[in-house]
């Protein structure tokens, strides 16, 4: 009986150790490729909906997504909010 509960707390004292241990945890990189989600252009995505801003833009069109952004910046700036 003795036997068993020694056997016993060194299964649980190897089992607790065991769990403490960390893996080893490496990323293989394959050399040259990019293995992330490609980024588009910002006027080629859709205006967001959006109770904070009211700008819009065309789709794809790179001149009417700087034109809101200027807007936006414009009715950001303080100085120009308060003349």
Known sequence: M???VLAAAALIAATGL???GERE???VYKQGKYQGKPDSKPWD???AASLY???KWTKGDQTSW???IR???LYQN???RAK
């Open 18 to 20: 065991e769990a403490c």
């Open 2 to 4: 003795k036997a068993f």
């Open 45 to 47: 995505n859709d205006p």
């Open 71 to 73: 807007t936006r910046n």
């Open 78 to 80: 303080e100085m120009t």
């Open 66 to 68: 700087e034109n809101a």
């Open 25 to 27: 945890q490496v990323i």
């Open 53 to 55: 801003t009211s700008s």
